[in-house]
């Protein structure tokens, strides 16, 4: 079969998300209330699927809508894009599958306990009745970007990194992916943002750096501020996708905030997911919010831009993005 990753912005079946189940701790109210109002939002516009662990299920039908459809199971955490399954399709005969990628918490992360989360994909899968791929290289689904029609964006210090991969070669990662998710260009961004390799850092997911917003159309993150270090970053970035030809590159400006009480923040509005016929986008109580929805707008013409307050889900180590998964229509 030749399997190919549909973008994001293809018809979805189901939006897939974990309920917080261990945020390095005993999960805050905050965190109950984030990822729910995200299951909430995005059940307004397709199904939904939530998977709970078995000592979360009382507490997560109080938060969660009725709409929305639970599946038991054991889990670590809650960040179900990274450690779930990355749904394609056959080319030929439209058949799901799943890409079962190796999930080893970011990089074997000294908190982190994964092996429950590296069963999600299987568990995912069965459910959907999709064929499982398994894939032996070590990945997230907040690593990759693609935009359907063969190019993919992904950054050296996750694929490549020594974290997750270090008997792999440039070539054999790129050989992987290109089997996996149908793709023929393979962007390599050098880094990702500076927090992200702080101690909850993913080491460079592409998913809160750019993104597709359709086949020609990248929307990548715009610090603004020289004294904040991803001012850097952006610039890197930028001189990159330029290389790109027939890409048009939006720039999305950073919130103004540019710290929290530990210090630069990595808030991106790039995190933002799309839904059938609507996108939920971050906002962090920042005068940029409106400006970032008025770019969406009109890059996603016909889908309502929601906005969501993912300040509790960043204080974690991510984004609405993070805690997504689409699964396409056949």
Not at 14 to 21: A, E, G, H, K, Y
Not at 100 to 118: C, I, M, P, S, T
Not at 204 to 211: P, S
Not at 220 to 243: C, F, G, I, K, W
């Amino acid at each position: 079969m030749t399997w190919q990753m549909p973008a994001e912005w293809v018809k979805h079946e189901r939006t897939w998300l974990s309920f917080p189940s261990s945020e390095y701790g005993i999960p805050a109210e905050e965190s109950y209330v984030a990822w729910s109002a995200v299951a909430n939002a995005a059940s307004e516009y397709e199904p939904v699927i939530v998977l709970v662990d078995p000592k979360q299920e009382t507490i997560a039908k109080k938060y969660l809508s009725g709409e929305i459809e639970t599946v038991i199971c054991e889990l670590d955490d809650s960040w179900i894009r990274d450690n779930g399954a990355t749904f394609v399709l056959d080319s030929a005969t439209g058949k799901l599958g799943a890409v079962d990628w190796r999930f080893k918490g970011w990089g074997a992360l000294e908190f982190e306990d994964y092996q429950k989360d590296d069963l999600v994909a299987a568990i995912m899968a069965e459910y959907t009745k999709a064929e499982l791929i398994r894939s032996e290289l070590v990945n997230e689904g907040g690593g990759i970007h693609v935009n359907g029609s063969g190019m993919l964006l992904v950054t050296e210090t996750v694929q490549l990194g020594v974290e997750r991969n270090p008997d792999w070669t440039r070539l054999e990662v790129e050989q992987e992916l290109k089997e996996r998710l149908g793709v023929k260009d393979i962007v390599w961004i050098r880094r990702g943002l500076t927090r992200d390799y702080e101690q909850f850092g993913t080491k460079g997911h592409i998913d809160i750096v750019a993104c597709f917003a359709n086949e020609n159309t990248i929307l990548m993150h715009d610090q603004q501020d020289e004294n904040h270090p991803d001012y850097t970053v952006s610039h890197e970035v930028a001189a990159r996708l330029a290389e790109l030809n027939d890409i048009n590159l939006i720039k999305v400006p950073a919130p103004q905030i540019r710290k929290d009480s530990h210090g630069f923040v990595d808030y991106s509005y790039i995190n933002h997911y799309i839904l059938n016929d609507a996108v939920l986008l971050c906002a962090f109580d920042d005068p940029n919010d409106l400006v970032a929805k008025g770019i969406l707008e009109d890059v996603y013409p016909g889908r309502e831009i929601r906005l969501i307050d993912a300040r509790p889900i960043f204080a974690k180590g991510g984004g609405i993005h993070c805690i997504t998964q689409q699964q396409p229509a056949l």
